[in-house]
């Protein structure tokens, strides 16, 4: 099975391969900002994640980790990483090389494992400009 419920509901009759729907998939997930950046809502303090928030398990916002502090940044690809995991059941395995903010956007570069194919994927996400 390539392609995710969403997209046979909205690609129906559109071939795409699996590598397609998975990197399409971690774009949605990395853009929809209520897993990854939940914590720019007015409403919280800074770094810290909404209790009240419609998405539960929401990390904090990449802008509020320390760029300067390594151990900081480790953190935040580690959880990035189990969060793709668990909301795309489709990755073997996923790595986080790097998670960097340029201004207002955030990129990051994985290393993706499916089925039997691994491949690098750069994302570009949270751009607000």
Known sequence: MSKSLFEKLTLAGQPLTLKQSVTNNIARLLDSGGYI????????????????SIY???????????????????????????????????????????????????VCRLKIEVVNEVFDQEFVFANLE
């Open 37 to 52: 950046d939940a914590a720019l809502d007015l409403r919280s303090d800074s770094g810290q994640r909404l209790t009240d």
């Open 56 to 106: 539960p398990h929401a990390m904090a916002a990449i802008v509020d980790q320390s760029a300067g502090n390594k151990e900081q940044q480790q953190l935040y690809q580690a959880r990035l990483e189990q969060t793709l995991l668990r909301h795309e059941p489709r990755l073997k395995a996923v790595t986080v090389y790097s998670v960097l903010n340029r201004g207002m956007r955030t």
